[in-house]
Nanobody, 121 residues
Framework: VQLQASGGGLVQAGGSLRLSCAAS????????MGWFRQSPGREREFVAR????????YYADSVKGRFTIDRDNAKNTVFLQMNNLKPEDTAGYYC???????????????WGQGTQVTVSS
């Protein structure tokens, strides 16, 4: 599976962006899709994930209520709608595809390149 993220950019605090991650290959709906972010000097941080069917989502507390993850399996694409952006959301955002490792843990096998999100104050 190859993943291509896009949609990043520069936005003012309080603004919105919608990230996309297009996947190549088959069996897209078999994968749990996740979004992560990383800024310089900081560890990679989990943002959100969505089940293969799209029926189940999970968010980091830092983005809950502001970000929404969804997917279009017919188009092999996962999205991250980001509203009410804050300067601390500034980071490179990465999408990933994985499978359940345990009932509460996902192993991500494939990673896309990052798309930069910069939020100015």
């Amino acid at each position: 599976v190859q993943l291509q993220a896009s949609g990043g950019g520069l936005v003012q605090a309080g603004g919105s962006l919608r990230l996309s991650c297009a996947a190549s290959g088959s069996r897209f709906s078999s994968y749990i899709m996740g979004w992560f972010r990383q800024s310089p000097g900081r560890e990679r941080e989990f943002v959100a994930r969505i089940s293969g069917s799209g029926g189940s989502t999970y968010y980091a507390d830092s983005v809950k209520g502001r970000f929404t993850i969804d997917r279009d399996n017919a188009k092999n694409t996962v999205f991250l709608q980001m509203n009410n952006l804050k300067p601390e959301d500034t980071a490179g955002y990465y999408c990933a595809a994985g499978m359940w490792l345990s009932p509460t843990s996902v192993k991500y096998h494939y990673w896309g390149q990052g798309t930069q999100v910069t939020v100015s104050s």
